[in-house]
């Protein structure tokens, strides 16, 4: 039990940190569009990833060499650029508020949330290379527990995200608080993006 606990308490402080991805989760609770898939692709990445990096964190790490990272955050940085296009676009529009009719299918969000959690360089080092190290000399069963321990974590944040925005979001009743919200996520991802455009320019 000790390392289930261990496990949980490791992951969700690493999962605590608010980024692209937790801002995302959010921004589909508050829509109430396609809330439960989100919160499970969210969950269901970073169980594989806990798992890959408890398993097979010294083959990994030989191939997480300089250049791979670089290639990360490039592609992470164009996909934030590409979201915060589409913000500023939607920060514009009259009627941004309506959710019903806005242009969103499943695909496109099965997409977004693959994008924002694989794209992120951030939650290979936090799952695959901290868990991975950290656990390195556990015996094989404690590996197991302390594993299912930071899934265990991971499913709950990012389910009472998803819901707890999805709750709250009836109190955004008209397109100005909407608007408002819109304007600090663009802030938020703009800020973001300067880091990543920074960690691009230290690797180069």
Known sequence: MSFLLLGFFTGISLILAIGAQNIFVIEQGLKKKYVFIVCLICSLSDFILIFLGIFLFEYLKIYFTKNVELTFNILLFIFLIYFIYNKVISFYKKNNINFED???????????????????PHVYSD?????????????????????FGASIASFLFFFTLGYLAKYFSSNIVNSNTWKTINFFIIIFMTVLSSYVFMDIIDLI
């Open 127 to 147: 799952t695959v290379f901290f868990l991975g190290n950290f656990s390195k000399n556990f015996l094989i069963a404690n590996k197991y527990i302390f594993g």
């Open 102 to 120: 806005e242009n969103l299918n499943f695909k496109s969000v099965v997409t977004k949330t693959l994008g924002f959690t694989f794209l992120n």
